[in-house]
């Protein structure tokens, strides 16, 4: 814990003297249905790193939307340094020294990290932009939070990690006095949420003040100096984070008591394996080799680039081998397509969701039943039964407790961990028996990702293999019945039962 430097504790004093840097009062905002923020009211001080939690849904996103200008809210007020002011635009908020990291990445791709570090601020001369400076001026900017990636590279060639420092660094380089980073965690590695985190102290120590919106709550509980916690569009309670602990805010979050985070492991038995992996080899992926049984859930775990993405990418037919076969219920199978790799029942929820799982524009529903579209037509008319399709499809979103008025809204209307719970189900619904999960909780809550752990509990059940990413060690260890680890494309370890710990694989993440 490094809260030893926060700031004085002033929560008894009338507040005056110490003027909040930010201050929402009464903000409401309503979309179609939804009432997204209802009376909000809240501020942020000086200097602080201010955290701000709640379920999937719970109106985060939206608040500081309307704080960086990107929204307008129906009703309420904005106050920066005392004075009201009202945003109608992103640069209206930029002016102030607001700077806005969304939760999902929006870099320009095509450019590179040093012109989208600079973007809107090129050093020019008579009308010529000075690249040699942008690029120096960058790279100044990334040395204050260690970004090392070479900053010439094209911005859709970095990580997801770099990209998020990328936005960061954007955000310096304009001067902000306000950095708002919607889930920065989200599909970052353990090491890289620790550049992260040191990354947060430095702004700090700055006094760049900090709002930090995240779903791992051990995060918040070590970053932040106070925090809020949002529930169905109102704000619950703001604390001094000493003064809660996680079990506190977990009830908070979810209205409920919690009871036990992972379902109990179910002993297996001895069958021939569902799926068989041998000497696989592709991209980064090197001589891979393992088999899956039924019932059975097998992590894979790794620094995030350790190939773990793309083993299950090149399995399920997304990717091509370059060697290596693979055997489905003891049949050599070649899958060059993930049509086949369907045909065969394989599934895969993918890492980006926006990128490859989800057609955003289109409904929930239609998202949900996509994989077993066939189930819901009309015999002999090619027409979709819509009121059977959305009953089944309410079915799943209920259980996962995915709050939206009508399925047939479209996806992007969902907050980001809601789509994240729509794709889950929606591979629920197929009658897969191989399921292959890419980091499945990332940007859900935690009453949502005890409901997606159960999830995964049941495919075992019934008679499924279950193969699941996460960067989340916790997940890991508290699910699966075996864990193989990567280094560097290589399967450098494996560990079974009572010899999963989180010590025990990133041990062999760093030097297995
Ligand atoms: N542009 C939009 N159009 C319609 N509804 C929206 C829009 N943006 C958000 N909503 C709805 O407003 C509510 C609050 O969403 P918001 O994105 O603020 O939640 P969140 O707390 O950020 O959730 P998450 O943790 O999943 O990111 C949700 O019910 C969402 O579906
Ligand atoms: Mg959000």
């Known amino acids: 814990m490094s809260t030893t430097d926060s700031p004085p504790d002033d929560t008894n004093s009338s507040g005056d003297l110490d003027a909040p840097l930010l201050e929402v009062r009464h903000l409401s905002k309503v979309f179609p249905g939804v009432v997204a923020l209802d009376d909000v009211s809240m501020n942020v001080r000086?200097?602080?790193?201010?955290?701000?939690?709640?379920?999937?849904?719970?109106?985060?996103?939206?608040?500081?939307?309307?704080?960086?200008?990107?929204?307008?809210?129906?009703?309420?007020?904005?106050?920066?340094?005392?004075e009201v002011v009202r945003f109608r635009a992103p640069?209206?908020?930029?002016?102030?020294?607001?700077?806005?990291?969304?939760?999902?990445?929006?870099?320009?791709?095509?450019?590179?990290?040093?012109?989208?570090?600079?973007?809107?601020?090129?050093?020019?001369?008579?009308?010529?932009?000075?690249?040699?400076?942008?690029?120096?001026?960058?790279?100044?900017?990334?040395?204050?939070?260690?970004?090392?990636?070479?900053?010439?590279?094209?911005?859709?060639?970095?990580?997801?990690?770099?990209?998020?420092?990328?936005?960061?660094?954007?955000?310096?380089?304009?001067?902000?006095?306000?950095?708002?980073?919607?889930?920065?965690?989200v599909s970052l590695s353990e090491v890289e949420v620790d550049a992260l985190k040191a990354v947060v102290h430095r702004l700090r120590e700055?006094?760049?003040?900090?709002?930090?919106?995240?779903?791992?709550?051990?995060?918040?509980?070590?970053?932040?100096?106070r925090v809020t916690v949002m529930k169905d569009g109102r704000v619950i309670s703001t604390d001094?984070?000493?003064?809660?602990?996680?079990?506190?805010?977990i009830e908070r979050i979810i209205g409920r008591s919690y009871g036990e985070q992972f379902p109990s492991r179910r002993a297996l038995e001895s069958t021939s394996p569902l799926l068989s992996v041998r000497n696989?080899?592709?991209?980064?992926?090197?001589?891979?080799?393992?088999?899956?049984?039924p019932g059975e859930i097998l992590g894979i775990s790794g620094l995030v680039g350790s190939g773990r993405t793309e083993i299950v990418r090149m399995v399920f037919g997304a990717d091509p081998l370059e060697s290596g076969e693979i055997e489905v219920d003891g049949r050599p199978v070649k899958l060059t397509h993930p049509r086949h790799a369907i045909r065969r029942g394989l599934?895969?929820?993918?890492?980006?969701?926006?990128?490859?799982?989800?057609?955003?524009?289109?409904?929930?529903?239609?998202?949900v039943s996509l994989p077993v579209l066939r189930r819901f037509a009309m015999r002999g008319t090619g027409m979709i039964h819509e009121r059977v399709e959305a009953r089944a499809v309410r079915e799943r979103i209920d259980r996962l407790n995915l709050s939206t008025p009508n399925v047939q809204r479209p996806l992007k209307f969902l907050s980001g961990g809601n789509q994240q719970k729509a794709l889950v189900a929606k591979?629920?619904?197929?009658?897969?028996?191989?399921?292959?999960?890419?980091?499945?909780?990332?940007?859900?809550?935690?009453?949502?990702?005890?409901?997606?752990?159960?999830?995964?509990?049941?495919?075992?059940?019934?008679?499924?293999?279950?193969?699941?990413?996460?960067?989340?060690?916790?997940?890991?260890?508290?699910l699966c019945h075996r864990v193989l680890v990567m280094r560097e494309g290589r399967c450098v370890g494996e560990l079974a039962g009572e010899a999963i710990?989180?010590?025990?694989?990133?041990h062999l993440c760093y030097e297995g």
Request: aromatic share 4%; no cysteine.
């Open 501 to 506: 710990s989180e010590a025990a694989i990133l």
């Open 347 to 367: 599934s895969l929820l993918p890492e980006d969701r926006r990128g490859q799982g989800a057609i955003v524009n289109m409904s929930i529903a239609a998202n």
């Open 240 to 249: 001094q984070t000493s003064a809660v602990s996680k079990p506190v805010l």
């Open 46 to 82: 000086a200097g602080e790193v201010h955290g701000l939690v709640g379920e999937n849904g719970a109106g985060k996103s939206t608040l500081l939307k309307i704080v960086s200008g990107l929204y307008v809210a129906d009703g309420g007020e904005l106050l920066w340094n005392g």
């Open 427 to 478: 591979w629920e619904m197929s009658d897969s028996r191989v399921f292959m999960f890419d980091e499945p909780t990332a940007g859900v809550d935690v009453g949502a990702k005890q409901e997606i752990y159960s999830l995964i509990a049941q495919l075992g059940a019934r008679g499924a293999g279950v193969i699941l990413i996460s960067s989340e060690l916790e997940e890991v260890v508290g």
């Open 280 to 293: 696989l080899s592709g991209g980064r992926v090197r001589d891979v080799s393992f088999a899956l049984h």
């Open 91 to 185: 640069p209206d908020a930029v002016k102030r020294g607001i700077e806005l990291i969304p939760q999902e990445l929006s870099l320009a791709p095509s450019l590179s990290a040093a012109e989208n570090i600079m973007m809107g601020i090129y050093p020019a001369h008579l009308g010529r932009v000075r690249w040699r400076e942008v690029k120096r001026e960058a790279e100044t900017v990334a040395a204050t939070i260690h970004l090392e990636a070479d900053l010439s590279r094209k911005a859709s060639t970095l990580s997801p990690a770099e990209q998020r420092l990328v936005m960061i660094a954007r955000a310096l380089a304009r001067k902000a006095r306000l950095v708002i980073m919607d889930e920065p965690s």
């Open 206 to 225: 700055r006094r760049v003040t900090v709002i930090y919106v995240s779903h791992r709550l051990d995060e918040v509980l070590e970053l932040t100096d």
